[in-house]
């Protein structure tokens, strides 16, 4: 069973930055993809950032210019990094990973709170 843990959520005023983390319980360059997913309360969950394994990136529009996504191979950790931030942002953000093609894993973490407000 995969595991995946998310930390660095929290409130921050608009225009403020945070850092997500999602640490894997193997090695990340196993999977396919790894990524983030975020749900807004009454919404859809909705694909955010994700990674492929050959190293290519997809961001949902809203969040282009604005957040990026990387990996620590060496520490089995994936990160989203949250400048400009807007109140549209606030979510609960899910790190997924996954072993299938495509831009959607199977494996999901508990999720962390994003609150953007003044």
């Known amino acids: 069973q995969e595991q995946l843990v998310e930390s660095g959520g929290g409130l921050v005023q608009p225009g403020g930055s945070l850092r997500l983390s999602c640490a894997a319980s193997?090695?990340?360059?196993?999977?396919?993809?790894v990524g983030w997913h975020r749900q807004a309360p009454g919404k859809q969950r909705e694909l955010v950032a994700a990674?492929?394994?050959?190293?290519?990136?997809n961001y949902a529009d809203s969040v282009k210019g604005r957040f990026t996504i990387s990996r620590d191979n060496a520490k089995n950790t994936v990160y989203l990094e949250m400048n400009s931030l807007k109140p549209d942002d606030t979510a609960v953000y899910h790190c997924?990973?996954?072993?299938?093609?495509?831009?959607?894993?199977?494996?999901w973490g508990q999720g962390t709170q994003v609150t953007v407000s003044s």
């Open positions: 997924n990973a996954g072993y299938r093609s495509g831009w959607y894993g199977d494996y």
């Open positions: 990674i492929g394994r050959g190293g290519s990136i």
């Open positions: 193997g090695s990340i360059i196993r999977f396919n993809v």
